[in-house]
């Protein structure tokens, strides 16, 4: 078999067989497939897509690339979630510590940041210190004597999707349904979960911008999940404008310690009590949902949330003063609020425009080397459905460039619409 006649023979639209799936991603995680030709093969199948079976094949040959993980020795039941990606989703960074502090412990394996949208590991990253690299063994020890972690992927867990997320970021390979299924369920069965809360983002900043594709992509994982024998629950949750109001790493992470401490902007700490309330009913921590979210709301009111971040942080090196002390993160040299340039109601801030205007900023990639910048990115004000009048603060942006702040300013103002008639706030959730 060789590498270039499977990239062909997607490119023609062809249907790839499991075992030319199989060779082209050992190949490639081997490195014996270089990584121009991962990236003609992503290409191609952004392009011409799969079937249900191929995008199986995929994932269960991009999950057996490297070692699978059996939590089963270090906790009774391993539920785990993630998200689709999208602009301002701290989610994790909240979830984790409120559903460990309701009893169930996670061990979760997030991301980097993939084209617009923000990545968990980077955001965390702006903890002097905080480690995203544990090997297995330390993920292990780790939840089984803290109860919680929150890492990157190990380098000998699903090695082939490491590698290929991180060329699909830079190579326009990102959209795609069976490339995104295929990329998060590699991962989760690779890390040894039994239970999964997928949290599919739809809208103008999502990989799936239409309920339906999203539907689409909701409903191709948890048909992965079940023939792996997996209970997946997945949830479609809106992407048209940033989650919350922070967008860029630090800024994100000040966010999220704000909403363990009991504040946070209203949406988010709402979306982050659906989705732990979903965790803890999947590990039967509670038998509803309004059970588990009462939990949950105790575990933030109580402190335990925090306390558990706490933990978190220090168990991978981090620096916990930052957690106690969210003035201790560095400041971008440029603070600016910029103020709406007319009165209304917002009908919307896209949230892709604001994504890439951050990545722009610094706070994510456009080459695979790119450092990124902790401090930079926005703090959005105003949201859809709210009444501004002309000159209140619309959003604050930071950046450490002088000309780089004048191009996201007008980037963000152009992310906005504005209407005369009033507006209802966007939905946090759709039907499935
Ligand atoms: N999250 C992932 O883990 N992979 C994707 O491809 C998109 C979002």
Redesign the pocket.
């Known amino acids: 078999m060789r590498a270039v006649d499977i990239i062909i023979k997607k490119r023609d639209r062809g249907e790839l067989t499991r075992e030319e799936i199989e060779f082209f991603v050992k190949g490639f995680a081997s490195g014996e497939i270089p990584d121009y030709q991962a990236s003609a093969f992503a290409m191609a199948v952004v392009l011409n897509g799969m079937t249900p079976r191929e995008t199986t094949d995929l994932t269960l040959a991009m999950a057996h690339s490297g070692q699978m993980l059996d939590l089963s020795d270090v906790v009774d039941f391993a539920v785990d979630k993630?998200?689709?990606?999208g602009v301002g989703d701290k989610t994790s960074i909240v979830v984790l510590p409120v559903v460990v502090a309701c009893g169930l412990p996670v061990g979760k394996m997030s991301?980097r940041g993939?084209g617009f949208?923000g990545g968990t590991l980077d955001k965390m990253e702006s903890i002097p210190g905080y480690r995203v690299d544990l090997t297995t063994e330390e993920f292990k020890r780790q939840l089984k004597e803290k109860g919680i972690v929150l890492s990157g992927q190990s380098l000998d867990l699903a090695p082939a999707?490491g590698k290929l997320?991180a060329l699909?970021d830079v190579t326009g390979t990102?959209q795609s349904i069976p490339?995104?299924a295929s990329?998060?369920m590699c991962?989760k069965l690779a890390g040894g979960a039994q239970a999964i809360v997928l949290d599919v983002k739809t809208g103008l900043g999502a990989?799936m911008t239409t309920l339906e594709e999203a539907r689409q992509l909701a409903s191709l994982m948890v048909d992965i999940g079940k023939l792996a024998e997996r209970e997946v629950v997945a949830l479609l949750s809106d992407m048209n404008q940033p989650l919350g109001c922070a967008v860029g790493n630090a800024l994100e992470v000040i966010e999220a310690i704000e909403t363990l401490k009991g504040g946070g902007p209203a949406d988010f700490r709402e979306h982050c009590l659906h989705i732990a309330a979903h965790m803890l009913v999947l590990g039967k921590r509670a038998k509803t949902l309004e059970e588990a979210r009462k939990m949950a709301e105790a575990a933030i009111a109580s402190g335990a949330a925090l306390e558990k971040l706490r933990v978190l942080v220090e168990a991978q090196g981090g620096d916990v003063r930052y957690v106690d002390d969210i003035g201790r993160f560095p400041p971008a040299k440029f603070i600016e609020v910029v103020k709406a340039p007319r009165s209304g109601y917002i009908s919307q801030v896209h949230a892709r425009a604001v994504g890439e205007a951050a990545v722009a900023l610094g706070a994510g990639r456009t080459k695979k080397s790119d450092p990124i910048d902790h401090a930079v990115g926005f703090v959005i004000h105003k949201k859809v459905g709210d009444r501004v009048e002309a000159g209140e603060p619309l959003f604050t942006v930071h950046a450490n460039d002088a000309a780089k702040l004048a191009e996201a300013r007008l980037a963000v103002l152009n992310a906005y619409a504005f209407s005369d008639v009033k507006v209802e706030p966007l939905p946090l959730f759709y039907d499935g």
């Open positions: 993630h998200s689709s990606g991301g993939l949208s999707d997320y699909r990102v490339l995104i990329s998060i991962k990989f």
